[in-house]
């Protein structure tokens, strides 16, 4: 198993950034590919992006390409969104995922997650 841990949420305005961490532990980081995924009050999860293990292919959402980029650095198991020019519709709680593929459904490992608010 691979255990994860997100970190970097708060809030912000709107038109802000913040960049989103996630740290794992547990087996070679390197071989899974990571994703990002949020789910809003009332909403069911959504996802967001994901990124294959070298780093070289991604998979955006349509809501968020152009504002958000997901990246990793596997000497320090870590991957990380940096989102900018933040949007209200963006506040919910965002996940953290391994897995196996660039596909939403690709992801069967996932993090306690971490609060994004964003402000009108």
């Known amino acids: 198993q691979v255990q994860l841990v997100e970190s970097g949420g708060g809030l912000v305005q709107a038109g802000g950034s913040l960049r989103l961490s996630c740290a794992a532990s547990?087996?070679?980081?390197?071989?899974?590919?990571m994703g990002w995924f949020r789910q809003a009050p009332g909403k069911e999860r959504e996802f967001v992006a994901a990124i294959s293990w070298t780093g070289l292919s991604t998979n955006y959402a349509n809501s968020v390409k152009g504002r958000f980029t997901i990246s990793r650095d596997n000497a320090k198991n870590t991957v990380y969104l940096q989102m900018n020019n933040l949007k209200p519709e963006d506040t919910a709680v965002y996940y953290c995922?391994?897995?196996?593929?660039?596909?939403?459904?690709?992801?069967?490992?996932w993090g306690q997650g971490t609060q994004v608010t964003v402000s009108s």
């Open positions: 547990g087996r070679t980081f390197s071989n899974y590919y």
């Open positions: 995922a391994a897995g196996y593929g660039l596909a939403p459904h690709d992801y069967n490992y």
